[in-house]
């Protein structure tokens, strides 16, 4: 059953650990690093409550929001479409790594050569999404072999003799704190470091996509829900509502095993991407502070290729291009499953219209969309500020969403399953500590940005 945690890796994989977490390094050197932990660890309890919903009824998360409250439902949705707007930066910024892989078309800038595949891996990953048989076998298999071998090839890589190095310094700098600005901090990077510190994991709305995936996947109750097929799959039925269950000894056995696998696959996910962020501060600290070179504009991922030329040359340049190609391709293809489901899921709650086509129908209408939207908003800036802007309104919506979401698990859902589902105050403190820490750090943004 292992899986959506591993997906939930690749995905988050794209950005903080590739782009955001190695610039700063790269700009401000050990100064942001001692957040890296914390950040990751900030994301874990909102990602198991929202995991929890799906398994205790089978329902996704939205289905669930609409439940508690339709209202909160609808501004929900409203601020993931924003966020929803600007993610075909992440296909641009895996164009910019494509276009220097090989330098074609032969003659273009790096704008217009990083254009041109970004638009190209937005039409292939189109193709695959809607040509599929069941859209999340084929998420899940690509998503562990770019999650594995990217991976492998970040810890091969800090094996490196010129990076050992650095060993002392930079863990050291991963467990002291430093407060306040750095010296050199320039005041435009403050969305990007709100980015950065939301893209360390999965957070935002993004983290919402892990229920689907656990639903896909038939985890707990959602393995009686009916999976979503492509084009060239058998359309199976889909429940439109979830599932509770009766208090009894076997129930409470499956209850413990079942939120046990939720931890667990959750952790493992977490874990893999903490690991993947760590190695790859650690490569710009020892590799490109030195000499100056900080991602950016329309070589946002192609900087980061000194990671494997040091040890390997120029077939490790290219190879390393070639993973952040995939590292980035990976997220334009799981975040349009994964807010295409997640808007066919609000329409399929709320809409007449939407109910009557079904969700596998509104689902392939949203995939065209948002690939459309992709193909739109690409030319429109460099990726970095496009994936900024999303990643501001990401980390804002988790001081937003986090009481809604115990609301949902820990006060309606309570109220309808049997007490020994509820965890312990324990896991409520945790909850709490995180919320506290998403609210304080959006009023200080939002003092800082609107004076």
């Not at 707007?85 to 032969?106: E, N, R, V, Y």
């Amino acid at each position: 059953m292992f899986g959506p945690g591993l997906v939930w890796a690749a995905l988050a994989q794209g950005t903080g650990e590739l782009i955001f977490w190695p610039a700063f390094t790269a700009k401000y050197g050990e100064w942001f690093l001692w957040l890296i932990i914390p950040a990751s660890l900030m994301q874990f309890g909102a990602s198991v409550e929202i995991g929890r919903y799906t398994l205790l009824t089978g329902e996704t998360i939205f289905t669930g929001f609409t439940r508690l409250r339709p209202l909160a439902a609808v501004l929900l949705w409203a601020g993931m479409f924003a966020a929803t707007a600007w993610f075909g930066a992440f296909a641009s910024a895996g164009g910019t790594a494509l276009g220097t892989l090989t330098m074609f078309p032969s003659g273009w800038d790096d704008r217009a050569r990083t254009i041109f595949w970004a638009d190209t891996t937005v039409v292939i990953f189109f193709l695959v999404l809607v040509g599929s048989r069941y859209v999340y076998a084929v998420i899940e298999r690509f998503m562990m072999v770019v999650a594995t071998v990217s991976l492998l090839g970040v810890l091969v890589a800090v094996a490196h003799p010129k990076v050992l190095a650095q060993a002392g310094p930079y863990w050291s700098a991963i467990v002291t704190p430093h407060l306040g600005s750095p010296k050199a901090w320039d005041p435009s990077d403050l969305e990007s470091f709100l980015t950065s510190l939301v893209y360390v994991g999965m957070g935002g709305f993004y983290s919402f996509m892990y229920a689907y995936w656990l639903r896909e996947k038939g985890a707990g109750m959602a393995g009686r829900m009916g999976r979503l097929a492509g084009l060239r799959g058998h359309a199976e039925r889909i429940e439109p509502a979830g599932f509770l269950f009766d208090d009894t000894p076997g129930n409470r056995e499956s209850h413990r095993r079942w939120t046990r696998y939720l931890r667990l696959d959750n952790g493992m996910g977490l874990a893999t991407n903490l690991v993947t962020v760590l190695a790859m501060c650690w490569l710009a600290l020892a590799l490109l502070r030195p000499e100056g070179l900080v991602p950016k504009d329309w070589e946002l991922a192609v900087v980061q290729s000194r990671f494997f030329e040091v040890s390997w040359g120029p077939i490790g340049k290219a190879l390393f291009l070639l993973i952040a190609a995939a590292f980035l391709a990976d997220t334009w293809l799981g975040v349009t499953d994964g807010f295409a489901h997640m808007h066919a899921d609000w329409c399929c709650a709320n809409l007449g219209w939407a109910q009557r086509l079904g969700l596998r129908r509104v689902y392939l209408g949203w995939v065209v969309l948002i690939a459309a939207g992709s193909l739109a908003t690409i030319p429109l800036a460099a990726p970095g500020p496009l994936i900024a802007i999303g990643g501001t309104i990401n980390f804002l919506s988790m001081a937003v969403y986090i009481p809604i979401l115990f609301s949902l698990n820990h006060v309606y859902l309570a109220r309808r399953l049997p007490a020994w589902t509820r965890p312990s105050w324990i896991w409520f403190a945790y909850l709490f500590g995180s919320w506290a820490f998403y609210v304080g750090v959006s009023i200080w943004y939002l003092k800082l940005r609107l004076g």
